[in-house]
């Protein structure tokens, strides 16, 4: 995969500026993910139908394409909750075990954030971040309860720490989930339609955390709908369709520029105009 892209179609068309090549964040290092022609099947339906793609390091890559595209399946074969049926997933240039107690430490070097906030509905805010670190991590209960609430207080919910799961709204249980994933310290965070399930009014302050993420340098890989955020947060953009991969390129190219009819139809459906 090349680090350096012509974008077709010229962003300066109106002012006859030529178009400019694009250096890839992270282009100059090891890849952190590399899939290599992965394939995933559920009997005779191909959900990956070999993929391959790359993820640089402190790169935030957003998966876009139409429901039932294999975008959240990729996720779910990165963090080794599916099993490959062909190529492979290699994380910082090592494949992705089979082994269960090897696949458990490779879960904590990766913290995923799914639609669902997931949070035990009989403990705290606090006591929910701060649980991993200690079952998982083997962390003094003091130290993990200091690091959950130097979490919380990151994800803005410092005065919710004692609340439970039942008087947050739904952006504020994500934004718990999103703390108790960084509780690990991930080298890579995972999200899965994290807005996909909230109400209009709590999606920003859910994008506003991740966003404050990517700007911290966190490598992420969003599988999202909103494609706001993906246009002006993500380094990368990779569009799916049927299991497999359409068009990929930096956002200005996908949205501005698609070279790709069936990107532009998409893009068109959403209503989105650039």
Known sequence: MNATLSPIGAPGAATGAAPTAFIRK???????????????????????NGVSLQVNKGEVMCLIGPSGSGKSTLLRCTN?????????????????PTRESEVRRVRQRMGMVFQSFELFPHKSALDNVAMGPITVLG????????????????????????????????????RVAIARALAMGPDVMLFDEPTSALDPETVGEVLN??????????????????????RRVANWVVVFENG???????????????????????????????
């Not at 100059?28 to 990956?48: C, H, M, Q, S």
């Not at 966003?211 to 955020?229: D, N, P, R």
Request: no cysteine; charged share 25%; aromatic share 6%.
């Open 26 to 48: 992270g282009a100059g290092d090891k890849p952190v993910l590399v899939y290599e022609n992965v394939r995933k099947t559920y009997g005779d339906f191909v959900a990956l």
């Open 209 to 230: 955390v991740m966003k404050k993420l990517a700007q911290e340098g966190m490598t992420m890989i969003v599988v999202t709908h909103e494609m706001s955020f993906a």
């Open 244 to 274: 497999a991969i359409m068009e990929e390129g930096p956002p200005e190219q996908i949205f501005d520029h698609p070279t790709v009819a069936r990107t532009r139809d998409f893009l068109s459906h959403l209503g989105w105009d650039g």
């Open 80 to 96: 080794a909750l599916e099993t490959l049926n062909g190529g492979q997933v290699y994380l910082d240039g090592v494949p992705l």
């Open 139 to 174: 962390m003094k209960e003091d130290e993990a309860r200091t690091r959950a609430r130097a979490l919380l207080d990151k994800v803005g919910l410092s005065s919710k720490a004692d609340n439970f799961p039942a008087n947050l709204s739904g952006g504020q249980q994500q």
